[in-house]
């Protein structure tokens, strides 16, 4: 990912979250989400973040992006493991179910594998079916912890999912 690329990765996030999130987060946060705020956001996290963060996206080859991942070190409060996480994933709406999702999910998967990442994890919202189907099929199982994060004013479950990269 490139400065070039925040606006329209922006977009991907706000949009993907408004498909994904409709009736798991409170439609007035997701109404006003603001994708010039979040392009802002994602450049200032890519000129002054942590280096060990990695933004992948998918190019149409028409020089229109499909999706983004972020991914990077494991995030368990102070504690620092040698496991990865995928911090993000989400496409244009109009091109779930296309092989793209899978696609990037399979780039990120490898680039953790070849750091030498033992394992992978990410988080997924409980009563997000559709996403966790996706990452089940990808070799991604629950693992049984459970966390809930405030937006919007409501509490909102997520539940952790892990796969070993190391065979």
């Given at each position: 990912?490139?400065?070039?690329?925040?606006?329209?990765?922006?977009?991907?996030?706000?949009?993907?979250?408004q498909h994904a999130y409709k009736g798991l987060v409170p439609q007035p946060y997701l109404d006003g989400l603001d994708i010039a705020a979040d392009a802002d956001r994602q450049r200032a996290r890519l000129l002054d973040g942590d280096r060990r963060v990695v933004n992948l996206v998918v190019d149409s080859g028409g020089g229109t992006l499909l999706g983004w991942a972020a991914l990077g070190p494991y995030r368990d409060g102070e504690t620092r493991t040698e496991d990865a996480e995928l911090y993000a994933l989400y496409l244009r709406p109009q091109h779930i179910g296309r092989g793209v999702g899978r696609a990037l999910l399979s780039a990120a998967v490898r680039h953790c594998a070849a750091a030498g990442h033992q394992r992978m994890y990410?988080?997924?919202?409980?009563?997000n079916a559709p996403a966790r189907?996706?990452?089940?099929?990808?070799?991604?199982?629950?693992?049984?912890?459970?966390e809930a994060f405030e937006v919007g004013g409501s509490v909102v479950p997520e539940?952790?999912?892990?796969?070993?990269?190391?065979?």
């Open positions: 990912m490139r400065t070039d690329d925040c606006a329209e990765v922006a977009a991907i996030r706000i949009r993907g979250w990410l988080w997924v919202l409980k009563g189907r996706f990452y089940e099929r990808a070799g991604f199982t629950a693992d049984g912890a459970e539940v952790r999912y892990a796969k070993d990269l190391r065979g």
